[in-house]
């Protein structure tokens, strides 16, 4: 039973299942991804960027690896799925991904296979990026070591290899575990919940994605939805998904916030704090408020300890 | 250091900048490397780029204005022109840059362009009622395209609307005085739609859109709006001339000829309404008035240079009315332009039939005094005016209608009685009594000229005596004497006398209409000439010089006139009466009444009028109403909407009409120019444009191929490959190419494919090029690197780039 033929739509609009088609560009979402591209295209080897559960991590991890053609980038997406890996694993799906045919068993000589197929990469003029997905689930500190060590894969004036971690705020007690990786981070993106504001703009753009011909929800309802989500896109997405097939059931045509309330209580999220109007933040894009300045500082420290390096 | 460093170094940094997405510092640095190098127009640009893209709108104009100027000055119009279609881009309302870029297409030559950039100013001006300034605009649209009849009709309409009226005026009359050259009536009808809403209280405007609508085809709906126009002005002479022409053109003849009979009262002497008059009556079978008409005008038509004129008329006469006069007149006439054939077959046809008495009053005799001054007028050979006069004393002795002009001593008087009183009904007198005296008025009339044997032997008298008697009241017989008195030269007399007899015809007709005075009277008229009335003679006939035998009739002023006059008042209120102007023939009957109160005809005339006028105001109702049904048509549709008003005239319509003109039009200069235009904003990343400019200049074949390959470039940049596979196919489709052509395509649809990410495509199309020539372009390295890439491609088979651990 779906709402959508209901509603006039082509497809779920609030899955959360991803799909580079619902990719919203919201500014914080653009700014991450001009930075990690920069870092990318200037070598910088290790960039992080970290979100709380369903900022949109994984989707900007799968729309930045959409952004790197593969002449120009040998590019690879690793999801970590549990925390039991070896650091012989990681680096053998890392060597495949970027092409070695047949990873040794020989940690060395694994090492020295992937060396030669960076090298290659290199002199076809493209870029080697790996991003990991998940990164807060490589919780020892000799995976953190293997990362450092493929990190120093590099020819003179050049690393070879680019790394980027997206994970929970827990990956930088990850990060933690090994302090020469930690001072590697050239970049580092947080990915923060969505303002009402920005939520809505969310919601109408998956709508329009999904082929909607007109605003599902009603004025009032998004700020209901977007408090019980905490400007969580993932929640977001559940609750609105939810409400829309509440509506449906109800015969309704518009999500009201009677509907939300109704959902929110289903969804056991009445214990969250109230839903109502949460003060818009004062810059649309929820960014922390010493974000340009303070970025620049890291950069500008990255630098001098790179150069000191 | 040099500044040439610095602004290397600004330079660099602006581009790390810029690379790190930091735009306002990269501005700063642009803003440097400006300064250092004030006329680097390439980092001015950039700089003004990545000010609108931070959406420093001020600062950004600013900067592409500089760059702008820089390029006008130094003649890069097709640059400069890019560069002001970015500052439209992103300030749209500015009104000075659609000057501008307008200005700088003209100089180029692109008068599509310029006239594109002008139009949307105009439209601007007038949805801000900013009028002058539009004015001013649609002078510069006329002045490029100074034949399109739609600009100047806008320009015309820019001047009413803001307030010049009297140049608005001038120009709306230039415009329908070229419409009426070409004698364009549904433009001049269109042109009339748009004045007389601007000119509501002009009443030439709609005079002239009723010409319009009668010379169109539309007569009946002229008519109407004239009528209307009569009502507030019953003497305009324009109108009623026009009203004429309206009624000729419905074939209503008889009220054109009321119309002119109505212009002739205040303009006897005009000669072009006295024609007129007379085509109207014959065109509308009244033949005998026309004659009546000619034969009292000619002499004035003779003068008046229109011979010719009179000859067709007469012509046409001599088929229609059976009358002796005619053919007298047409000898004449033919005497005086030569026409010896005509003349001959006219004067054999004279003698021997049937003569003036038989007709019905029209060959009144007195015009044969006139007709032989006008022969003296037009021929000077006294031996010709002999031999007609021989002629005519031939045509005297088989007609009794004729007077006799008699030049002999002997002086044999003979009577010729005229029936008068048909040619009396004819004149209009009140018709119940005439009809009486139709039956029972006897006419005589002698003519006889005497010699006088007087000391003055220079001097001819001539005396007419009419005698009138009414037998059945012995009574009442009057009698009215009339004294012709000829005054001939001593030579002519001395040629004449030698002459046993002369005819001479007398036109009576006032004669008859003095006579007609007692109406209901029945008397008999008869006109003697002999000696003892020739002293009691009241009128006479002179001959005053060599040259001309002029008949001086002097009637009894009061009968005559009011004769005359009640025909034609009765003609001017039936004329007022065809034209709804029931007040106006009202009048003229009240004012006929006081003399003639006991004449029935009047009355009738006044009943009519009553009737017509109680019809009226029903009829006038549901009356066409040209000007208003316009203004309501109007108000329903084109003039109300504004935006639909500019198109009043067809103007968008024909515009865009024009603009395919100039399109098709375009000469080898005006695509090169296109095609240049079309560079310079794709160099611009103004990829819109560069495609419009590229779809004008590949008119001309000589760089269609040119413009198909920049246009897939263009949509190429745009992400439009399959826009631009579409472009590059139907070049390659072209017969013409050659095979470096065909390579250059090639090349491109390698490029094409893969910027798309299709490397295999791309490396055939490549392949085929390098086929012709390894050497084209970067072809081999082109094909080394797609190899590469696809055996990369093949290396990681379908590996996933995702992959979970």
Redesign the interface.
Known sequence: MSYAKQFGLEREPFSNAPDARFYFNSDQHKHALVKLMYSVDSNKGLAVVIGGVGTGKTTLARRLLDNLPEDKYESSLLVMVHSGITPEWILTRIAMQLGVKNPDVDRLVLLKQLYERLRQIDEEGRKAVVLIDEAQMLQTRELMEEFRGLLNLEIPGKKLLNIIFFGLPEVEDCLALDEPLAQRVAVKCRLQSLSVEIAVSYIKHRLQVAGSKRMLFSAESIPAIHAYAGGVPRLINTIADNCLFEAFLRKVETVNSEVVHSVAGDLGLLSRPSPSPIPPPKSRVALPSKEPGELDDIESMLDRLEQKL | MTPLSNKEKFLASAQKNL???QVSKSIKDYQKVVQADPKDMRNRQKLAELLSRERRIDEAQAEYEAVAKYYTENGFYLKAIAVYKQMQKLEPTRANIYHRLAELNEKQGLVGNALAEYRTLVSYYEKNRMFPEAVNVLQKMRDLEPENLNIRVKVAEGYAQSGNLAQARRDFDDILNDLKAKEDHPRILKLYEILIPLFPKDAGMKTGMAQALIEGKEAEKGITLLRSLMKDDPENRQVLGILAQGYRKKGDFENERLTYHHLLKSAPDDLDLRESYVGACLDGGESRRALEELEEWKKAFFAGGRAKTLKAFYERLKSLVDDRQVMLTLQSIYEATGEGEKLFDVMSSLPGKEGIGSDQGGGAPSGEVLETSLLDDAVEDLEELEEIADLELAELEDDDALVEFSGSDEGSLEEFPLEFLEEVGGLAVAPPPLATLDEVTDLEISLELMDEETADADEEELEIELEEEAPCAESAVEEIDLELELDIPETEIEALLEEEESVLELQLDEIVEVVVEEAEEEVALEIELDEEALTESVNSVTTEDDDFLVLDIQQPPAAGDLVLDLRAELEEAEFYLQQGLFDDAERVCRGLLASHADLPELQTKLEEIAARRNETPLEEESFFDPAGEMHSENRGGLVDDSEEETDRFGLDGVLSEFKKGVESQIDADDAESHYNLGIAYKEMGLLDDAVNEFDNAMRNPLRMLDCLTLKGICLIEKGNFEGAEDVFRSAMARTELSDVDRMGLSFEMGLLYEAW?R?GKSLAQFRAVAESDRSFRDVGEKIL?LQ??LE??E??GK?D?????
């Open positions: 690379q790190k997405g990410s490397p690197a590469k890439v990369n491609e290396a990681k590996r780039r995702v992959s979970f651990v």
